[in-house]
C-alpha cells in the first residue's frame, strides 16, 4: 500500500512557546483518530524551527534549510491506498482550522541491501 508523509506547516510569526491548549488537543485527537483507523505509520511534532542546524555544500549553519514564512511544525506517515485518501484524510487536520496547512507527499520505496524493499 502506498505511503504519503503529511508535513505541517504553519506561519513561523504565530508560532508560541506557550501553544493553546485547545489547539493541541486538536491535534491529539487528530492522531489518535488516524491510529484508530489503523494507517498512521509514523508521526511527530517537531522542535521549534530555530533549534534546527542545516547543511548545505558540506556548510553547517544555525536555523532551518530555507528561509520562509512557514515552517514546518511537525509530520506523519499515513499508509492509504490513493493521493485521493491521503489528501481526504490530511484535509481533517485541525492545523487548518488554526492559520496552518499541510503538504501531502508520496513516499518512496527503499530496496535494502538484503534485497527487501521498505516502504
Known amino acids: 500500500m502506498p505511503q504519503y508523509a503529511v508535513f505541517l506547516h504553519f506561519p513561523a ?8 491548549p485547545e489547539a493541541l488537543a486538536a491535534h491529539v485527537r487528530h492522531g489518535e483518530e488516524l491510529q484508530r483507523s489503523g494507517v498512521m505509520v509514523f508521526g511527530t511534532p517537531l522542535a521549534d524551527h530555530t533549534a534546527a542546524t542545516s547543511i548545505r555544500g558540506g ?7 530555507t528561509e ?13 491506498p490513493s493521493l485521493d485518501e491521503a ?3 490530511a484535509g481533517r487536520n485541525p492545523i487548518h482550522d488554526q492559520g496552518g496547512g499541510v503538504e501531502v507527499r508520496p513516499t518512496e520505496p ?3 541491501s538484503t534485497g527487501g524493499v521498505t516502504t
Open 68 to 80: 520562509t514564512k512557514d515552517v514546518v511544525v511537525g509530520f506523519y506517515v499515513i499508509d492509504v
Open 59 to 65: 556548510v553547517v549553519t544555525d536555523g532551518p534549510f
Open 87 to 89: 489528501l481526504e484524510l
Open 13 to 20: 510569526d504565530r508560532i508560541s512557546a506557550d501553544p493553546d
Open 110 to 112: 527503499i530496496e535494502s
